[in-house]
C-alpha cells in the first residue's frame, strides 16, 4: 500500500475549505455517515481504513446518499496520514480513532495503529482548539493510545474533562461520547452494561 497521494479535495468536497474531521480505521463508516449527515454545510468527514472493500462500501454511501462532506480513503493511516493532510485547504479539527484493532500479542504491537509517525501527524496539522477523542472497551487499548500522546500533554494537549478537582485516574476518562454519535461496536457494550473508556484532548 503506498505511497500516498492526498486527492484533489475539490473533487471529493463541495467545499473543501470546511474544517476537516478524520476517523481513523473507519471500518463500516456508518459512524461518519451519521456525522457527516448531521454536519453538512459545516464540516468534511475523511475515513481511512485499511480494508478496501469496506472503504468503497463506505464510497458508494456517501455518492447514494449525495453526502458531498464525506469520503473514504484506503490507506495504512499510520504512515499515510501526514502526506495525506498535507494539501487540505481548510483546519483539521477533530481526529477519532475508535476501537482500533486491540492486537493483544507483545510481537504484534507494531501493528496498533497509533504509534509516534501518527502521532507526529495529528499534532502537526490539528488546529488549536482542534480535539482527538480516543475510546475503546479495552482499557489497556486506550492506555497504549494514551502512552503515545503523552509527550505532547501539557504543552500543546490538555485532557478534557468533566470532573475537574481531582487526580484521580478513572476520573480522566471522559464520561460520554463526544459527538452524540455512538459507534456500532459502543452501542453493543453499553447494551451488555460494560463501559467504553474514552479520553478527550483539546490542542491548546
Ligand atoms: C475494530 S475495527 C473498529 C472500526 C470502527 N472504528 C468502530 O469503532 O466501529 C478497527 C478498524 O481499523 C482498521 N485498521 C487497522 N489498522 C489500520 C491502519 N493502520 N490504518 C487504517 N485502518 C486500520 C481495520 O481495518 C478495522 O476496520
Redesign the pocket.
Known amino acids: 500500500m503506498g505511497p500516498y497521494y492526498p486527492p484533489v479535495w475539490a473533487m471529493v468536497f463541495t467545499n473543501p475549505k470546511l474544517p476537516l474531521s478524520v476517523?481513523?480505521?473507519?471500518?463500516?463508516g456508518?459512524?461518519l455517515m451519521l456525522l457527516a449527515k448531521r454536519n453538512s454545510g459545516s464540516s468534511n468527514f475523511l475515513g481511512?481504513?485499511?480494508?478496501h472493500k469496506?472503504v468503497e462500501r463506505s464510497n458508494a454511501w456517501a455518492e447514494q446518499l449525495q453526502l458531498k462532506n464525506m469520503h473514504f480513503i484506503t490507506?495504512?493511516?499510520?504512515?499515510?496520514l501526514d502526506s495525506l493532510l498535507a494539501t487540505y485547504p481548510g483546519k483539521l479539527t477533530f481526529v477519532?480513532?475508535?476501537?482500533?484493532?486491540?492486537q493483544f500479542k507483545t510481537r504484534h504491537y507494531k501493528?496498533?495503529?497509533v504509534q509516534r509517525p501518527?502521532v507526529n501527524a495529528i499534532m502537526k496539522y490539528l488546529a488549536v482548539g482542534g480535539k482527538i477523542f480516543l475510546?475503546s472497551d479495552v482499557e489497556e487499548v486506550v492506555l497504549d493510545m494514551k502512552r503515545h500522546f503523552k509527550e505532547h500533554l501539557g504543552d500543546s494537549l490538555v485532557l478534557v474533562k468533566k470532573h475537574e478537582s481531582t487526580s484521580i485516574e478513572e476520573k480522566e476518562w471522559y464520561p460520554e461520547n463526544p459527538t452524540g454519535v455512538p459507534?456500532?461496536?459502543?452501542v453493543a457494550v453499553l447494551g451488555r452494561g460494560l463501559p467504553m473508556f474514552r479520553l478527550l484532548y483539546e490542542r491548546v
Open positions: 476517523d481513523i480505521g473507519s471500518g463500516s456508518r459512524f481511512l481504513d485499511v480494508r469496506l490507506a495504512n493511516a499510520t504512515i499515510a477519532s480513532i475508535l476501537c482500533p484493532d486491540p501493528r496498533r495503529i501518527l475510546e459507534t456500532e461496536r459502543e
